[in-house]
């Protein structure tokens, strides 16, 4: 019986769940995202920015933190307006925002769909 409650009760604790970003440098990157964006963007700007977007999930009164990644974003400035990529951690390209569909290779575009 105290076996069972303890269990009921752990599994009522409060957890808090936070979305932050981190930025990366290139070599920190999965290949297969790497690999995506070059499939993507014939010449990707070398002046283009990753980061990390994800999920922290803590437990109350736990010291156990949970990090989940959600997408890995390249960005940079094309004439004058930010272009976003954001992939999934396994190398799938999941949306742009910011770039003009031609950029984007026909395979990548059929990715999104």
């Known amino acids: 019986m105290t076996a069972l409650l303890t269990l009921i009760s752990g599994a009522a604790a409060a957890q808090y769940k936070s979305e932050l970003t981190e930025k990366l440098k290139r070599d920190e990157v999965p290949a297969a995202v790497q690999l ?3 499939n993507a963007l014939t010449a990707p700007p070398a002046d283009g920015r990753w980061q990390l977007l994800y999920i922290e999930t803590t437990i109350e009164n736990s010291h156990d933190v949970n990090l ?5 974003r390249y960005s940079f400035m094309e004439n004058g ?3 976003e990529f954001f992939y999934t951690p396994q190398g799938i390209l999941d949306h742009t925002k910011g770039i003009e ?3 984007i290779s026909h395979s990548q575009q059929e990715q999104v769909k």
């Open 36 to 38: 995506s964006l070059k």
């Open 68 to 72: 989940t990644p959600e997408f890995y």
């Open 81 to 83: 307006n930010l272009a």
């Open 101 to 103: 569909e031609r950029k």
